[in-house]
């Protein structure tokens, strides 16, 4: 059973940082692009990031450029998501993605097939 879970979420003051994590089980994804999703109260899912299969290519929406982090560590199965100077406005939940074998990275939500149940991220004002 393949499954994606996320940590590190919580509640943090403006200003502040998290570092989230997604860790994959079931079958490897060291072959697929990564991403990073979020929604938040009363708003679509949006893209956040994503990282190629490598983690030599990364892609960022420009809400979170300069800002947030995406890497992976393809020995552990696992993907992060460094958040730094957060505003109320991140306030969302995160979801992680898998995207399809020897694929590019996307923005796109429907190049991903799996995801993870989602981390709730609170920030204070």
């Known amino acids: 059973q393949v499954q994606l879970v996320e940590s590190g979420g919580g509640l943090v003051q403006a200003g502040g940082s998290l570092r989230l994590s997604c860790t994959a089980s079931g079958r490897t994804f060291s072959y697929n692009p990564m991403a990073w999703f979020r929604q938040g109260p009363g708003t679509e899912r949006e893209f956040v990031a994503a990282?190629?299969?490598?983690?030599?290519?990364?892609s960022y929406a420009d809400s979170v450029k300069g800002r947030f982090t995406i890497s992976r560590d393809n020995a552990k199965n696992t993907v992060y998501l460094q958040m730094n100077s957060l505003k109320p406005e991140d306030t969302a939940v995160y979801y992680c993605a898998a995207g399809r074998t020897f694929r590019s990275v996307s923005g796109s939500a429907d190049q991903y097939d799996y995801w993870g149940q989602g981390t709730q991220v609170t920030v204070s004002s």
């Open positions: 990282v190629s299969r490598g983690g030599g290519s990364t």
